[in-house]
C-alpha cells in the first residue's frame, strides 16, 4: 500500500525558509522508475506543480520558481525534503507530494498523493 | 489564474449524468495526455482518469474523460452523492515559460 504524508512547520514568517519533509511507504525511491514531486494549493486557487525528484537523483523544477526551491532525497529515510528560500505571504498554501512513476515525461502522471500539509506565511 | 480552465462549479442531481470540461491550448491539452483528480473534502486528490480516457483500477466507469483537440471532458454518469468533490484536470505543457504539469482551477461538484 502506497502512502505519503507531508510535514513541517504550520506557520513561517516572510523571507524565511520553509522545509517541507515528504515521509512515504510502499515503494522505494531507489528503484528504477520511481519519483516523488511536490504541489501546492493556495487557498481557493488552482494546484501549481514545483519540482519532483526521481530514482537516479536528477531534480526538475517549475521555471517560476526554480531559484527558490530545493528538493532532495534520503533514500534510506523514504523520505524527499523541499526547501523554499525567501518565503511571502502568496506561498500561503497547503503544500502536497506525490508519486510519479517512469519519471519527468509527459505520459506520466501523480498516482498517489499525500494529504497535504497548510503552510501560512505571516509575521 | 489557472492555465487550464474549468468551470468553478457544476451540478446534478442522482442518477443524472453530468460532464466537467478542462479547455487548454496546443502547448498542453492540444499536445499531450489529460488527467483528472477527485479531490473529496478534507481528503487528499485521488487520480480519476488518467492518459485522456483510462481509468486505474478500482475506478468505477460511472467516471470517463475523452479529449478534442485542445479541449477535454469527464463524464459522470448515474451520478450518487458520494461523487459531491472538486474535481481538477491536468496536463503536461511545454512552452516558452517552461515544461511541467499544470492544472485547472478545480471544479466543485454539487449532488442535489
Known amino acids: 500500500q502506497v502512502t505519503l504524508r507531508e510535514s513541517g512547520p504550520a506557520l513561517v514568517k516572510p523571507t524565511q525558509t520553509l522545509t517541507l519533509t515528504c515521509t512515504f511507504s510502499g515503494f522505494s525511491l531507489s528503484t528504477s522508475g520511481m519519483c516523488v514531486s511536490w504541489i501546492r494549493q493556495p487557498p481557493g486557487k488552482a494546484l501549481e506543480w514545483l519540482a519532483l525528484i526521481d530514482w537516479d537523483d536528477d531534480k526538475y523544477y517549475s521555471t517560476s520558481l526554480k531559484t527558490r526551491l530545493t528538493i532532495s532525497k534520503d533514500t534510506s529515510k523514504n523520505q524527499v525534503v523541499l526547501t523554499m528560500t525567501n518565503m511571502d505571504p502568496v506561498d500561503t498554501a497547503t503544500y502536497y507530494c506525490?508519486?510519479?512513476?517512469?519519471?519527468?515525461?509527459?505520459?506520466?502522471?501523480?498516482?498517489?498523493w499525500g494529504q497535504g500539509t497548510l503552510v501560512t506565511v505571516s509575521s | 489564474q489557472s492555465v487550464l480552465t474549468q468551470p468553478p462549479s457544476a451540478s446534478g442531481t442522482p442518477g443524472q449524468r453530468v460532464t466537467i470540461s478542462c479547455s487548454g491550448s496546443s502547448s498542453n491539452i492540444g499536445s499531450n495526455y489529460v488527467y483528472w483528480y477527485q479531490q473529496l473534502p478534507g481528503t487528499a486528490p485521488k487520480l480519476l482518469i488518467y492518459r485522456n480516457n483510462q481509468r486505474p483500477s478500482g475506478v468505477p466507469d460511472r467516471f470517463s474523460g475523452s479529449k478534442s483537440g485542445t479541449s477535454a471532458s469527464l463524464a459522470i454518469s448515474g451520478l450518487r452523492s458520494e461523487d459531491e468533490a472538486d474535481y481538477y484536470c491536468a496536463a503536461w505543457d511545454d512552452s516558452l515559460s517552461g515544461r511541467g504539469w499544470v492544472f485547472g482551477g478545480g471544479t466543485k461538484l454539487t449532488v442535489l
Open positions: 506525490a508519486r510519479i512513476r517512469g519519471g519527468y515525461d509527459p505520459t506520466n502522471y501523480f498516482d498517489y
